[in-house]
């Protein structure tokens, strides 16, 4: 509160006088006036006026003739709702009411001023508002497609929500969309009610392979008009969530081949099953289905590949990491191999376990028919191909030497950046192995509005900043990343 200046009571006897005819002066009126700042906060345009008080005190001298009270504030809505002249008795106080109606947003500023015949006859205090317009917003502000084949379709969900006071219905429909063509459905008139939400399925069909951009704008008459930006096929400004759908810590833009199936990914496990795991354009590569030495013969059917130009693949091969040995070579007698695989080693060796692999053809534990050279590797701590390295190529072995293995976490075995605490790269893949695709780089959405500083977000730390939000006037912040403040 501002206060006035304390006036000391004065007794000056006069020159020649007696007592009797000395002069009193009153002690000098004293008013206090506040709060010093009001601030209302964000009000809402169309809402009930904010009703609230100013306090006058009387604070020393005698009764003080409050004349009348002034509100400067330049049209903002500010008003005095009170009745004056008061009088206000000493030790006593008086509230003085005023209200808030803005007619129009912004940052709103008033000064309250009270004439009275106290010492300091004029005292002003200040106020403040945040006007803002009620009206209808979308949740998600982006519906990121992820990849759209051409010819193919996507559908995904906008909530239109109502934070105004009144209820809206829908105007109109706009669609204008580059690459594709996009259906909103919604019926025109459609209902909004004050705190409703209006869930609208938007489908977007895309006519190429290429990038597709466009917008949908929600037409809510005198409330405005609420934009929803559409996006696929977008690798350098999307969101890498939306190019991961099936969550394997690898997008379609890091180079996920089969971006439906969890087991699919560069780095995964190559499995007898016709299928390129591993999208390395190879199928089956290093399973019993595949033709790794290139004679021409798998080790068990259906053989679904090879790396020669077999005119024909066919299953029997016992040792396919050895070209010479298959289902009807030519048996080299005293090698210790079962070099026709027939289940027989040559003569003059032993195959304790039958596994059609003696210790002079390297068999390194005789007794184990799962153990001998070509035989495949398991988690388990045993050298099964007897290459004296145990359980390579499986999850319990640290294939890229970062020093985790998958079984500890490491989701990208085959790449030695790729493991737990590891710096998250810009490249679409998850390299934290902490399940989220580039966070914390310019590819990631770190605030989840659905836009990512590659994609023009200028404050990716908050949600309220980005190319699709509605510029507010007077805040002194640039929420629609334009490079300037203000509409």
Known sequence: MRRSLLLVTLFIPLVGACISDTNVIEAAKELEFGPNLTDLGDVVVGAEPVA??????????????????????????????????????????????FTYTPSAEGWHTATFTVFSNAVESEMAVEGRAHAIVGAARARPLVLDYG??????????????????????????????????????????????????????????????????????????GSAGKVQVRLRANDCATGDPSAYDVDEDGVSVCGGDCDDAVFSVHPGASELANGDDDDCDELTDEGTVAFDDDGDCMCEVAPCVGSVTNCATITAGDCADD??????????????????????????????????????????????????????????????????LTVDEGTVAYDDDKDG???????????????????VERVNWRDDDCDGVIDEGTVNGDDDHDGFTENGGDCADADPTRNPGQREVSGNGKDEDCNGATGP
């Open 404 to 422: 985790t293995t998958e079984l500890q976490g490491d989701c990208a075995d085959g790449d030695a950046l790729a493991h737990p605490g590891a």
């Open 147 to 220: 990849r759209l084949a051409m010819d193919a379709s996507g559908l995904l969900t906008v909530d239109l929500v109502n934070d105004g006071v009144v209820d809206l219905a829908l105007a109109g429909v706009t669609v204008n969309v580059d690459g594709g063509t996009a259906v909103a459905d919604v019926a025109v008139d459609a209902a909004l009610p004050v705190d409703g939400v209006l869930e609208v399925e938007i489908a977007l069909d895309a006519d190429s392979n290429a990038t597709i951009d466009g917008t949908v704008s929600f037409d809510f």
């Open 322 to 387: 050895d070209p010479s040995v298959y289902l009807g070579a030519v048996e080299v007698l005293g090698d210790g191999v079962d070099g026709n695989c027939d289940g027989e080693v040559d003569s003059g060796s032993s195959d304790v376990d039958g596994d059609g692999y003696s210790p002079l053809g390297k068999d390194c534990d005789d007794l184990d028919p799962a153990v001998h050279p070509g035989a495949r590797e398991l988690p388990d701590g045993v050298d099964q191909d007897c290459d």
């Open 52 to 97: 609230f008080n100013l306090i006058a005190l009387n604070v020393a001298g005698g009764t003080i003739h409050l004349a009348s009270v002034d509100v400067q504030d330049d049209g903002a809505g500010f008003a005095f709702v009170g009745a004056v002249p008061v009088e206000v008795e000493p030790d006593a106080s008086v509230e003085l009411p």
